[in-house]
């Protein structure tokens, strides 16, 4: 047992890597579906297993590759805040691979449910091994090899335009990447190692002959990483990806992929330049403040005109991704705080949002909100889900989405920005109007012909769908799983967390 | 856990019977009288529950009882206090009699989706509860928050597109007012004191410019939309396409009086009657509100519908409530308090009697009510009772609120008050007392018959019996006032 222990975070990329190349020699989507669920759970065990062990030491855990010690070998490094993400990126896809059997043999073609689970597995080996590891390089290579994984997964589905929105992705993710590629390349020359920390300290004395390449690099690391992110504006691949992928890829990639770019972005402001630099040289606060503004009141706005509920649920996203970075761009203990509980709070509600989404599908058909007329009636348990998530999504106070909103405002006013409590809050608004939208629709209209005959969702995609709708209400009511964590993780950034 | 009959159970158990009921009739969907069975053995259980607090509070006790954490430095708590107590009170005295009510209009009117009716309503209850006895302000915001939620499947009931579009203003009206403005003030409110909790005398006391303290207070009071202060008022009369039983909640059990009690516990309990009479903070709000309780009046009377006109007038009596608050004196904020009671005595009243009209002769515009004071003298001259409170006329209640919020203007140097008063007061008697003068002395449009040919038309026995007991009750008030009073003054008195 301990000496798995030793071994825990190289497993936590190990075990999901050959759980791909295991399901890849699998015809059958049962089969490889049901190593993707043993998987996804056993890295959900190994994620916990190492948020217990950080949060009880209280200490960093350090792993180096095959022995050979830092700065030449691979360093996998895991404090608080990345113990936080791999527990939410490995329980997000745990709950959606129990929904995913019925709902991939249902949008995926029957030789290709196999491939799909080899692309989830490989998609979340890239995005554990991005959280799990020190080394800047090692961050690339899982990078593309979740980005490409990603790329096959919203193509699989059966909309031809699924296609085109893969490769829409596949261009503005390859530049991104390869913007993270000249940054890191660019550290890589001006301090000679590829190690986060090594990096981190050899930076302080390299910034005063070389400040032009340095800042530079933290450039091309924030474009880079922000492309990822779909940070207004840089985040118009993500609709019609959302829109188009399969329902349980949309599910997976909307809890996971933006909030591992998120976490990565937070490594590199606070870890590896810290807070002074980043702050002070580049104007990264104002852009960011201002670019998060846009997201939130402009993606909020498409949102409202959309007729395609995921892709009105992506524009959605966006503008929750907003309120991360604005935490982000506020930077004091409170609102970063806020930030990062969100990056967990929206990860749970926007799941759950696009596995009901993805069951309305699986009985109707359809996706256009006109044709949802009457699902109320039809679907009850599954409507009800999507009005709790919608009351997160809307901040309402007894759901996660509340939590956060309460930390960036409180943060906020800390700094004494206080129009931007009043932002904060009227962008919050809008989401009223949208999920009003479908709410009005399910529960106001009559049934139409084409849903007259449909049945609520079977129990394999209600019971994920409802354990991620009741954590976003607990993480409402008990907020000391997330909120107590995102505090002390936010207080190690902005100490200068080594 | 200890199973007696002290304050902190009651408590306890005055938030769970309303949820317990909740989730209860969902189970009796197929019976419906066994459903209807578990709303009014809960609503009984609910005011004996309450009641049985009142000793306590008037003994000087002050229970409270904390759940859990949710946010550091902030509870789910919850503490009872004497203004606390007195919309308690009112909730959950009128709730049984509204759900007499109800169940005869439901009925009556073969309304569909009861089942979702009755749940919400004792959700919305439970709302109204949590509200009361909340502790701190961020426990307040959440219930508020729920009672808003609750309530909108209640006025949208009919689900026609006029309920849906209905629905739109009074969802958006006070999710807006609330998350925009009464949260970044309860947030501010944190911020600057250091705490949410409420307490007697306030917690701003030195902390604000008298500026900023007028700012703070601008922000709580149109943030709090269920006060309906103008010109945040309109999702009242856009909540009249909800059934009657569901006007009669939102106007005189549970909604407008939770706004207009969240008014009150602010300005006694977060910022005090003297930091604001010394500050001269609340100034602005006693011309703001006496400017809306007189608009609102005018308004009414230019309505034709019925439900219409009774709702300007809750918007007119609740800036009554406001306009007591903005005094800042000992005895404007005694006179708030009561006439958040008399005013639900008066206007569940007047709208049980529109209600009983709709479903007896199904008839909503006041030009249709000539002579029909033949066919249902009862529920007409209930319906003069509750004008005559809504007045302010003795012997009924209304006239001791009135009374006291003039009193109180004089305290604190507004005698201008006085003056609004008096206009207020004609204009009610403007735009209520002809409705009464015509159901009675015009015969009917069509019919040549002479009146009093005793052809009596009258609601069902279910609409009725509560019409009658809350009219009583306007006219018990008048003789109370002064225990209510005695209750309130506790809220008041200095620490």
């Given at each position: 047992m301990?000496?798995?222990?030793?071994?825990l975070?190289?497993?936590?990329?190990?075990?999901?890597?050959?759980?791909?190349?295991?399901?890849?020699?699998?015809?059958?989507?049962?089969?490889?579906?049901?190593?993707?669920?043993?998987?996804?759970?056993?890295?959900?065990?190994?994620?916990?297993?190492?948020?217990?062990?950080?949060?009880?030491?209280?200490?960093?855990l350090?792993?180096?590759?095959?022995?050979?010690?830092?700065?030449?070998?691979?360093?996998?490094?895991?404090?608080?805040?990345?113990?936080?993400v791999?527990?939410?990126?490995?329980?997000?896809?745990a709950?959606?691979?129990?929904?995913?059997?019925?709902?991939?043999?249902?949008?995926?073609?029957t030789?290709?449910?196999?491939?799909?689970?080899?692309?989830?597995?490989?998609?979340?080996?890239?995005l554990?091994?991005?959280?799990?590891?020190?080394?800047?390089?090692?961050?690339f290579?899982?990078?593309?090899?979740?980005?490409?994984?990603?790329?096959?997964l919203?193509a699989?589905?059966?909309?031809?335009?699924?296609?085109?929105?893969?490769?829409q992705?596949?261009?503005?993710?390859?530049?991104?990447?390869?913007f993270?590629?000249?940054?890191?390349?660019?550290l890589?020359?001006?301090?000679?190692?590829?190690?986060?920390?090594?990096?981190?300290?050899?930076?302080?004395?390299?910034?005063?002959?070389?400040?032009?390449?340095?800042?530079?690099?933290?450039?091309f690391?924030?474009?880079?990483?922000?492309?990822?992110l779909?940070?207004?504006?840089?985040?118009?691949?993500?609709?019609?990806?959302?829109?188009?992928?399969?329902?349980?890829?949309?599910?997976?990639?909307?809890?996971?992929?933006?909030?591992?770019?998120?976490y990565?972005?937070?490594?590199?402001?606070?870890?590896?330049?810290?807070?002074?630099?980043?702050?002070?040289?580049l104007?990264?606060?104002?852009?960011?403040?201002?670019?998060?503004?846009?997201?939130?009141?402009?993606?909020?706005?498409?949102s409202?005109?959309?007729q395609?509920?995921?892709?009105?649920?992506?524009?959605?996203?966006?503008?929750?991704?907003g309120?991360?970075?604005?935490?982000?761009?506020?930077a004091?203990?409170?609102?970063?705080a806020?930030?990062i509980?969100?990056?967990?709070?929206?990860?749970?509600?926007?799941?759950?949002?696009?596995l009901?989404?993805?069951?309305?599908?699986?009985?109707?058909?359809?996706?256009?909100?006109?044709?949802?007329?009457?699902?109320?009636?039809?679907?009850?348990?599954?409507?009800?889900?999507?009005v709790?998530?919608?009351?997160?999504?809307?901040?309402?106070?007894?759901?996660?989405?509340?939590?956060?909103?309460?930390?960036?405002?409180?943060?906020?006013?800390?700094?004494?920005?206080?129009?931007?409590?009043?932002?904060?809050?009227?962008?919050?608004?809008?989401?009223?109007?949208?999920?009003?939208?479908?709410?009005?629709?399910?529960?106001?209209?009559?049934?139409?012909?084409?849903?007259?005959?449909v049945?609520?969702?079977p129990?394999?995609?209600?019971?994920?769908?409802?354990?991620?709708?009741?954590?976003?209400?607990?993480?409402?009511?008990?907020?000391?799983?997330?909120?107590?964590?995102?505090?002390?993780?936010?207080?190690?950034?902005?100490?200068?967390?080594? | 856990?200890?199973?007696?009959?002290?304050p902190?159970?009651?408590?306890?158990?005055?938030l769970?019977?309303?949820?317990?009921?909740?989730?209860?009739?969902p189970?009796?969907?197929r019976?419906?009288?066994?459903?209807?069975?578990?709303?009014?053995?809960?609503?009984?259980m609910?005011?004996?529950?309450?009641?049985?607090?009142?000793?306590?509070?008037?003994?000087?006790?002050r229970?409270?009882?904390?759940?859990?954490?949710?946010?550091?430095?902030?509870d789910?708590?919850?503490?009872v206090?004497?203004?606390?107590?007195?919309?308690?009170?009112?909730?959950?005295?009128?709730?049984?009699?509204?759900?007499?009510?109800?169940?005869?209009?439901?009925?009556?009117?073969?309304?569909?989706?009861?089942?979702?009716?009755?749940v919400?309503?004792?959700?919305?209850i439970?709302?109204?509860?949590g509200?009361?006895?909340a502790?701190?302000?961020?426990?307040?915001?959440?219930?508020?928050?729920?009672?808003?939620?609750?309530?909108?499947?209640?006025?949208?009931?009919?689900?026609?597109?006029?309920?849906?579009?209905?629905?739109?203003?009074?969802?958006v009206?006070?999710l807006?007012?609330?998350?925009?403005?009464?949260l970044?003030?309860?947030?501010?409110?944190?911020?600057?004191?250091?705490?949410?909790?409420?307490?007697?005398?306030?917690?701003?006391?030195?902390?604000?410019?008298p500026?900023?303290?007028?700012?703070?207070?601008a922000?709580?009071?149109?943030?709090?939309?269920?006060?309906?202060?103008?010109?945040?008022?309109?999702?009242?009369?856009?909540?009249?396409?909800?059934?009657?039983?569901?006007?009669?909640?939102?106007?005189?059990?549970?909604?407008?009086?939770?706004?207009?009690?969240?008014?009150?516990?602010?300005?006694?309990?977060?910022?005090?009657?003297?930091?604001?009479?010394?500050?001269?903070?609340?100034?602005?709000?006693?011309?703001?509100?006496?400017?809306?309780?007189?608009?609102?009046?005018?308004?009414?009377?230019?309505?034709?519908?019925?439900?219409?006109?009774?709702?300007?007038?809750?918007?007119?009596?609740?800036?009554?409530?406001?306009?007591?608050?903005?005094?800042?004196?000992?005895?404007?904020?005694?006179?708030?308090?009561?006439?958040?009671?008399?005013?639900?005595?008066?206007?569940?009243?007047?709208?049980?009697?529109?209600?009983?009209?709709?479903?007896?002769?199904?008839?909503?515009?006041i030009?249709?009510?000539?002579?029909?004071?033949?066919?249902?003298?009862?529920?007409?001259?209930?319906?003069?009772?509750?004008?005559?409170?809504?007045?302010?006329?003795p012997?009924?209640g209304?006239?001791?609120?009135?009374?006291?919020?003039?009193?109180?203007?004089?305290?604190?140097?507004?005698?201008?008050?006085?003056?609004?008063?008096?206009?207020?007061?004609?204009l009610?008697?403007?735009?209520?007392?002809?409705?009464?003068?015509?159901?009675?002395?015009?015969?009917?449009?069509?019919?040549?018959?002479?009146?009093?040919?005793?052809?009596?038309?009258?609601?069902?026995?279910?609409?009725?019996?509560?019409?009658?007991?809350?009219?009583l009750?306007?006219?018990?008030?008048?003789?109370f006032?002064g225990?209510?009073?005695?209750?309130?003054?506790?809220?008041?008195?200095?620490?």
């Open positions: 301990s000496s798995i222990e030793a071994h975070p190289i497993l936590q990329v190990l075990v999901p890597l050959f759980g791909a190349l295991v399901s890849a020699f699998f015809r059958r989507g049962v089969f490889a579906w049901a190593v993707a669920l043993v998987v996804s759970w056993a890295c959900f065990f190994i994620s916990a297993w190492l948020l217990v062990k950080v949060m009880q030491t209280g200490q960093t350090s792993y180096v590759m095959g022995g050979w010690s830092v700065p030449q070998g691979i360093e996998y490094r895991i404090d608080v805040l990345n113990a936080f791999l527990v939410l990126v490995t329980s997000v896809g709950v959606v691979m129990l929904y995913a059997k019925r709902s991939v043999a249902h949008e995926v073609d030789h290709r449910q196999a491939w799909f689970y080899t692309m989830y597995l490989l998609c979340l080996t890239g554990l091994g991005i959280t799990v590891t020190g080394d800047a390089f090692n961050v290579v899982f990078l593309e090899v979740s980005s490409l994984a990603t790329y096959v919203i699989l589905g059966r909309h031809r335009r699924g296609l085109l929105a893969s490769y992705y596949l261009i503005v993710g390859t530049i991104g990447a390869t993270y590629v000249i940054g890191i390349g660019l890589y020359v001006v301090t000679g190692s590829l190690n986060l920390g090594d990096i981190a300290e050899r930076l302080g004395p390299a910034s005063a002959d070389y400040s032009r390449p340095i800042l530079a690099g933290l450039a690391l924030t474009v880079g990483i922000c492309l990822k779909a940070l207004f504006p840089m985040h118009v691949w993500l609709p019609n990806a959302y829109a188009y992928a399969p329902s349980v890829a949309t599910a997976f990639l909307a809890g996971t992929a933006t909030k591992v770019a998120v990565l972005l937070l490594r590199i402001y606070f870890t590896l330049f810290g807070k002074a630099f980043t702050f002070a040289q104007h990264v606060a104002e852009v960011l403040l201002v670019l998060s503004v846009a997201a939130m009141f402009l993606a909020s706005f498409s409202v005109f959309e395609h509920a995921k892709r009105m649920l992506a524009y959605s996203s966006v503008a929750q991704i309120y991360i970075t604005l935490g982000i761009s506020i004091n203990q409170l609102a970063l806020g930030g509980v969100h990056l967990f709070n929206h990860a749970v509600t926007k799941a759950a949002l696009f009901a989404m993805g069951a309305v599908f699986y009985r109707t058909g359809t996706l256009r909100i006109d044709d949802f007329a009457g699902l109320g009636r039809k679907m009850p348990l599954t409507m009800a889900a999507f709790i998530g919608g009351l997160s999504i809307i901040g309402v106070p007894g759901t996660a989405g509340f939590v956060s909103k309460w930390y960036l405002a409180i943060g906020a006013l800390e700094k004494g920005y206080w129009p931007l409590v009043f932002v904060i809050m009227l962008s919050s608004l809008i989401a009223v109007v949208y999920i009003g939208r479908i709410v009005e629709a399910a529960y106001f209209r009559e049934a139409t012909d084409r849903v007259a005959s049945r609520e969702a129990a394999s995609m209600l019971v994920p769908l409802w354990i991620l709708t009741a954590a976003t209400v607990y993480l409402g009511i008990d907020t000391r799983a997330t909120a107590d964590v995102a505090l002390s993780a936010a207080k190690m950034l902005l100490g200068g967390g080594r | 856990m200890n199973l007696a009959l002290t902190e159970n009651l408590i306890l158990a005055a769970a019977i309303p949820t317990l009921a909740a989730l209860l009739i189970l009796c969907h019976a419906p009288n066994l459903r209807e069975a578990v709303t009014l053995i809960s609503a009984g609910l005011a004996i529950v309450v009641w049985h607090l009142l000793p306590h509070v008037m003994a000087g006790g229970p409270e009882v904390a759940l859990f954490r949710i946010l550091p430095g902030v789910l708590a919850f503490k206090e004497p203004l606390g107590l007195v919309f308690a009170l009112v909730a959950s005295s009128l709730w049984p009699i509204n759900s007499i009510y109800s169940i005869g209009y439901m009925r009556g009117n073969g309304e569909p989706r009861q089942t979702t009716f009755y919400c309503f004792a959700v919305a439970a709302s109204a509860l509200i009361a006895f502790k701190n302000l961020f426990t307040l915001f959440i219930f508020y928050e729920l009672l808003t939620i609750s309530t909108y499947p209640l006025v949208t009931h009919k689900g026609s597109e006029e309920a849906m579009q209905g629905g739109r203003v009074y969802l009206l006070l807006a007012t609330s998350m925009v403005l009464l970044p003030a309860i947030i501010a409110t944190g911020v600057v004191a250091g705490t949410l909790d409420f307490a007697p005398g306030g917690i701003l006391a030195g902390k604000l410019s500026l900023l303290l007028g700012a703070l207070l922000l709580y009071v149109f943030g709090i939309g269920k006060a309906a202060l103008m010109p945040f008022h309109f999702w009242l009369p856009a909540a009249m396409v909800a059934p009657t039983p569901v006007s009669a909640l939102l106007h005189a059990v549970a909604v407008v009086k939770a706004g207009v009690f969240t008014v009150l516990k602010v300005v006694v309990y977060v910022f005090g009657l003297d930091v604001l009479s010394k500050s001269g903070s609340s100034e602005w709000l006693t011309y703001v509100a006496s400017g809306a309780l007189l608009l609102a009046s005018l308004i009414a009377l230019m309505q034709t519908n019925l439900k219409a006109r009774l709702a300007y007038s809750t918007v007119s009596q609740l800036s009554y409530v406001i306009l007591a608050a903005a005094l800042a004196t000992g005895a404007g904020a005694m006179g708030g308090a009561l006439h958040i009671v008399m005013h639900a005595a008066g206007k569940i009243t007047l709208f049980f009697c529109a209600g009983a009209i709709y479903v007896a002769h199904h008839k909503t515009e030009h249709q009510l000539d002579g029909i004071g033949h066919k249902m003298p009862i529920t007409m001259f209930a319906f003069l009772i509750g004008s005559l409170s809504v007045i302010g006329l012997p009924l209304g006239s001791w609120s009135k009374w006291l919020i003039g009193l109180g203007s004089v305290d604190a140097g507004f005698s201008f008050v006085i003056g609004v008063l008096m206009l207020s007061s004609l009610n008697v403007a735009y209520l007392m002809p409705i009464v003068a015509r159901a009675y002395f015009v015969p009917s449009p069509g019919e040549q018959r002479p009146p009093g040919d005793g052809r009596m038309q009258e609601a069902p026995i279910a609409c009725l019996v509560p019409m009658v007991c809350t009219s009750l306007c006219l018990i008030l008048f003789f006032a225990d209510v009073e005695r209750l309130i003054a506790l809220a008041i008195a200095k620490p």
